[in-house]
C-alpha cells in the first residue's frame, strides 16, 4: 500500500511544507513491509490552471502538458492519500483545487485522510473537500488533525501542541486500516 502526503499550497512561505514534513515523521513510525508513505510537494509541479477541452475524466490518463502527465503519474502511484491542506477565505486553497480537477480516474475510488490548519483549525476547507471529493467516490476518513494558527505556529517555525502526536497517528491508523478494507480499485 502507497500513500501521499500530499503538501496542498504553493506559495512562497508556505507552512504547508512543515505540517507535511511533520506528518511524514509520524507516519514513518508506521511503515511497514506492506505500508510506505510518500512526501508530494503540489508546488514542485508548476500546473497550469486546467483550461482543457476535454474532461480529465474523458482523457484516459493521456495528458499533453508534461508536468500534468507528471502529476498524474505521482497521484495515480498511491492507494490512499492525505491532503495536507490551509484554508483559504473559508474553503479550499486553489492550487490543489486545480490539481484536483485536473485529474480523473487518478483519484478514483481511493482513500483520504485530511490534516487541516487555520484560525479555526481550517475545518472549513476539510468539510469542502469531503464534499469535493466524493464526486470520485473518494472514502474520506472521518477524524482529523485540526492545527490551530494562532497556536501552532508563529515566528520559532511550527510547534504543534503536545496532543497531536496522538491525534496523527490515530488519523494514519484509521487510513491504513480502511485502506486495507477498501482495498485498490479494481478497475485501475
Ligand atoms: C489567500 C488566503 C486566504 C486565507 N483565508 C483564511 C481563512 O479563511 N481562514 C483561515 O483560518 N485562515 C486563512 N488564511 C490564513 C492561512 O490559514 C495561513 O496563512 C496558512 O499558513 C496558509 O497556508 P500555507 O502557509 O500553507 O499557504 C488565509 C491565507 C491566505 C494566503
Redesign the pocket.
Known amino acids: 500500500m502507497k500513500i501521499g502526503i500530499i503538501s ?2 504553493i ?1 512562497q ?5 512543515h ?1 507535511a514534513r511533520w506528518v511524514k515523521d509520524h507516519a514513518d513510525a508506521l511503515a511497514s513491509d506492506g505500508v510506505e508513505f510518500e512526501l508530494v510537494a503540489l508546488a514542485d509541479y508548476d500546473l497550469p490552471l486546467f483550461d482543457g477541452a476535454v474532461l480529465p475524466a474523458m482523457m484516459n490518463k493521456q495528458y499533453d502538458n508534461p508536468a500534468v502527465a507528471a502529476w498524474s503519474e505521482k497521484i495515480d502511484s498511491f492507494d490512499a492519500y492525505v491532503f495536507v491542506t ?6 479550499v ?1 486553489g492550487a490543489l483545487k486545480n490539481a484536483v480537477d485536473s485529474l480523473g480516474p487518478e483519484w478514483t475510488d481511493k482513500v483520504v485522510a485530511f490534516v487541516s ?4 483549525g ?1 475545518v ?1 476547507a476539510v468539510e469542502q473537500w469531503r464534499q469535493i471529493l466524493a464526486n470520485f467516490n473518494i472514502y474520506a476518513i472521518r477524524s482529523t488533525v485540526a492545527l490551530a ?1 494562532f497556536q501552532e ?1 508563529g515566528h520559532e517555525g511550527f510547534a504543534p501542541l503536545e496532543r497531536r502526536a496522538q491525534e496523527i497517528e490515530a488519523v494514519l491508523t484509521s487510513l491504513i486500516q480502511t485502506t486495507e478494507r477498501v482495498g485498490v480499485p479494481a478497475s485501475l
Request: zero cysteines.
Open positions: 496542498g499550497s506559495r512561505g508556505r507552512n504547508s511544507a505540517v490551509p484554508e483559504y477565505n473559508h474553503g486553497p490548519y487555520g484560525a479555526d481550517g472549513r494558527l505556529f
